[in-house]
Nanobody, 114 residues
Framework: VQLQASGGGLVQPGGSLRLSCAAS????????MGWFRQAPGQQRELVTV???????HYADSVKGRFTISRDNAKNTVYLQMNSLEPEDTAVYYC?????????WGQGTQVTVSS
């Protein structure tokens, strides 16, 4: 399985971005899909996750601002990020869990700055 993330970029505080992450390859049944992020000098942290049944979890820092969704027909997970803050600046990594195997995307840079 390969993951291709896209949608990162530079945005001003208060702006919005939408990240996408498409899975391809030998896909049987994807369980969980989600996003982590890693800011410079910090550990990678969980941002949000969505299960195959639609259960969603958000980190407290993004609740009310970020929305995760998935299109199972396209094996794609999305992250809509609104009201972005400079603290959201990081490399965002998507992942999937399939048959207890975790696969990571290549990361996409999100920079929030005026």
């Amino acid at each position: 399985v390969q993951l291709q993330a896209s949608g990162g970029g530079l945005v001003q505080p208060g702006g919005s971005l939408r990240l996408s992450c498409a899975a391809s390859g030998s896909i049987f049944s994807i369980d969980t899909m989600g996003w982590f992020r890693q800011a410079p000098g910090q550990q990678r942290e969980l941002v949000t996750v969505i299960t195959s049944s639609g259960t969603i979890h958000y980190a407290d820092s993004v609740k009310g601002r970020f929305t995760i969704s998935r299109d199972n027909a396209k094996n794609t997970v999305y992250l809509q990020m609104n009201s972005l803050e400079p603290e959201d600046t990081a490399v965002y990594y998507c992942y999937t869990d399939m048959a207890s195997v975790r696969t990571w995307g290549q990361g996409t840079q999100v920079t929030v700055s005026s």
